[in-house]
Every structure is written in structure tokens, then in C-alpha cells.
């Protein structure tokens, strides 16, 4: 979206469906014209933040920062590691079954070689994977206090003060004009929160 004034007072933030990428699956839904008041974001968004970094929430903001990190990829990772390994495993006891019920095991070698080789791989990967990028409890309040007086910045309205506090939040937001809603993120280093909610 790019921000436009009109009529030298309100700013509205602007998306045309001309300047999407032809064949882009958001076309289907997406109107003409969206017209997003800047007003309408602004006011909900600094009040969420101001009760977020308010002293007497500052605890309950921690915790849901620290709580709501996104390892997702190490996990899945982990996840898909260990699941080789017990699936290798499986398959090494199956051929050891068929050997006690006679096969015999010169016919076997090379799938017990394959089955093996992948449990070790598996077993090597979860071993040499890289301790979680995850951020502590202390370095949150630390974050935090990085970031100064924010009740006081978001009470002054000094753009480029809010325009950097943004900038260290690394504040995102998502418009979805058919629903009126408005996805908005907050990522501090490698943590986030997410609140979605009506303009």
C-alpha cells in the first residue's frame, strides 16, 4: 500500500488491483481500489502498544514474547530427524523378523546396509543440529527497556519518534479490506506477538 493525502489533512493508505502482478493469486478478491484511513490504524494500534509496554503489563508482555518464539524450522527439522530414525529402525527389526522366519539373510544384506546407513545419517543430523535461536526472559526486558519511554512516544505523536519505534518493533501490519481487519506484529529480534483485530 502507498500513503497518499487528501485534501491536504487525512492520510489514507492506498492499493490499486493495476499495480498487483498480473496472475496473482490475491486478485481473485482483491477490490478495484482499497482506501485505508490512516486515522482508523493509528489510534486502535498505539493504544494495543501503550497497554503492551505499560509497567503494569510489562510482565505479561515478556512472558507472551518470550512464550510465543517461532522455532518452528529447528523443530521440524528435529522432528523429521527423528522420525528417519524410528522409521529406519522399523525396517532394520521387519528384516531381522524375516531372518528368524527363515529368508535367508544373504538376500537381505543390502536393504539391512541401506536401512542402517539412513539411521546413522538421521542419528548424525539430530546430533549436529544447532541449539534454538531463542531469546531469554532478561534479554526481553532488556529489548524493552532499549526502547525507551514508549507510553510517552506514542502520547506525543512525534512522527519520527513513532516512526523509529515502529522500526524497533519491527512492527508489521496486514489489511484485509473484505473482513476489515487489520493483522498486526511485533518482532523484536527473534521474537513476536501477533493480535488480529478490527479497525
Known sequence: MQGATIRKVDTYYRCLARTLAPGSVVLADHPRTVNLREEEVLDPLNGWLSQLFEPKSRDRTVAALVG???????GLNAAAAKKRVADAETRLRRLQDAIAA????????EAINEAQA?????????????????ITAAEVYARIDSLGDVGKALKERNPANLERLYRDLR?????????????????????SECVRGGT
Open 171 to 191: 512492527l508489521e501490519m496486514s489489511y484485509h479490506p473484505g473482513a476489515r481487519t487489520v493483522d498486526v506484529k511485533v518482532s523484536p529480534r527473534v521474537v
Open 68 to 74: 510465543s518464539q517461532d522455532d518452528t524450522n529447528g
Open 102 to 109: 527363515g529368508v535367508d539373510p544373504a538376500a537381505l544384506v
Open 118 to 134: 539412513q539411521r546413522a545419517a538421521a542419528r548424525a543430523e539430530m546430533e549436529g543440529m544447532p541449539a534454538p535461536n531463542v
